[in-house]
């Protein structure tokens, strides 16, 4: 049984950082594509981040770049999320993905995590 869970949200305030976790397990964590999205109240689900196998390609959302970093530790079946410099528009849901073979920007991903609330204050 795959599962994918999420840590690392809360309330904090805007300029703030946050890290977000997501652990993998129950599939070979290096033959997959990880990704993030998030979704606020009211919107839909929104592409943030992906990062292939073994880190090598990365691509973002255009709300987010420059402010977020994926990574991942394949010896910890982990993918990270570091949010920098946060914004009261960042508040959402941050949900980890998994999707077979390569990057992809669209939700079609394979699994999904629970979810994570981030909320920042202005």
């Known amino acids: 049984q795959v599962q994918l869970v999420e840590s690392g949200g809360g309330l904090v305030q805007a300029g703030d950082s946050l890290r977000l976790s997501c652990v993998a397990s129950?599939?070979?964590?290096?033959?997959?594509?990880m990704g993030w999205f998030r979704q606020a109240p009211g919107k839909e689900r929104e592409f943030v981040a992906t990062?292939?196998?073994?880190?090598?390609?990365?691509l973002y959302g255009d709300s987010v770049k420059g402010r977020f970093t994926i990574s991942r530790d394949n010896a910890k079946n982990t993918v990270y999320l570091q949010i920098g410099n946060l914004k009261p528009e960042d508040t959402a849901v941050y949900y980890c993905?998994?999707?077979?073979?390569?990057?992809?920007?669209?939700?079609?991903?394979?699994?999904w995590g629970q979810g994570t609330q981030v909320t920042v204050s202005s």
């Open positions: 993905a998994a999707v077979y073979g390569e990057v992809m920007i669209e939700a079609a991903y394979d699994y």
């Open positions: 129950g599939l070979s964590f290096i033959r997959y594509a």
């Open positions: 990062i292939s196998w073994n880190g090598g390609r990365e």
